[in-house]
Nanobody, 127 residues
Framework: QVQLVESGGGSVQAGGSLRISCSAS????????MGWFRQVPGKEREAVAR????????SYADSVKGRFTISQDSAKNTVYLQMDSLKPDDTAMYYC????????????????????WGQGTQVSVSS
């Protein structure tokens, strides 16, 4: 049974940093695209970053490039999102998602590609 559990959200002032984690279980061997998405009430869920586990290829939304870093710890089956230089616009519920892939790369930012989701962790950035 696949399970994704996020942790590490919280409140921070603008310019600060947070690291959120996604612990994955239930996957068999193979490549998995792990993605971070975020959503605010009334808006669509948007892709933030994704990484191919275990190969490590990464991709970022333009809005977070240079500020956010996605990484993995394969031994712990955990994916991280390090968020630096946070802005109030980064305030959202952040979700971890997984897509079991056949190729070497993630299939893109479309949330419909991801069949597994965590429950979300709230990140709030105050000005």
């Amino acid at each position: 049974q696949v399970q994704l559990v996020e942790s590490g959200g919280g409140s921070v002032q603008a310019g600060g940093s947070l690291r959120i984690s996604c612990s994955a279980s239930g996957f068999t061997n193979g490549r998995i695209c792990m993605g971070w998405f975020r959503q605010v009430p009334g808006k669509e869920r948007e892709a933030v970053a994704r990484i191919v586990v275990p190969d490590g290829y990464t991709s970022y939304a333009d809005s977070v490039k240079g500020r956010f870093t996605i990484s993995q710890d394969s031994a712990k089956n955990t994916v991280y999102l390090q968020m630096d230089s946070l802005k109030p616009d980064d305030t959202a519920m952040y979700y971890c998602a997984a897509d079991i892939i056949q190729g070497r790369f993630c299939r893109g930012a479309d949330r419909r590609n991801y069949g597994y989701w965590g429950q979300g962790t709230q990140v709030s950035v105050s000005s």
